[in-house]
Nanobody, 126 residues
């Protein structure tokens, strides 16, 4: 069982930046960790993922060039740096993890992930 704890959400004006953190209880090399988000009335969508074994990263088109996912293996922690935030980025952000092949990272599908954090709210005002 992997436990995940997110932090770093908050309120920011459009154009601003936030950094989210996700600390995992364990983070072996064959782990994919990612960030998903869900706004009221919308389905949960994949934002970015990273594979522990080789640092491969994957992004939703809507955040490419603005968001960056990184990892600190020594701290079992994954970060999501969010720059140039837009009102449409306003959502609850969830950290998720699964063990297995890197393929699952590339697909950015929430149904592929087994472990979830409680979520952290990101509010972007225009």
């Amino acid at each position: 069982q992997v436990t995940l704890a997110e932090s770093g959400g908050g309120s920011v004006q459009a154009g601003g930046s936030l950094r989210l953190s996700c600390a995992a209880s364990e983070y072996p090399y064959n782990t994919c960790m990612g960030w998903f988000r869900q706004a009221p009335g919308n389905e949960r969508e994949g934002v970015a993922t990273i594979y522990a074994g080789d640092d491969s990263t994957y992004y939703a088109d809507s955040v490419k060039g603005r968001f960056t996912i990184t990892q600190d293996n020594a701290k079992n922690t994954v970060y999501l740096q969010m720059n140039s935030l837009k009102p449409e980025d306003d959502a609850m952000y969830y950290c998720a993890a699964r063990r297995g092949r890197r393929t699952y990272c590339a697909l950015l599908r929430d149904q592929d992930f087994d472990y979830w954090g409680q979520g952290t709210q990101v509010t972007v005002s225009s």
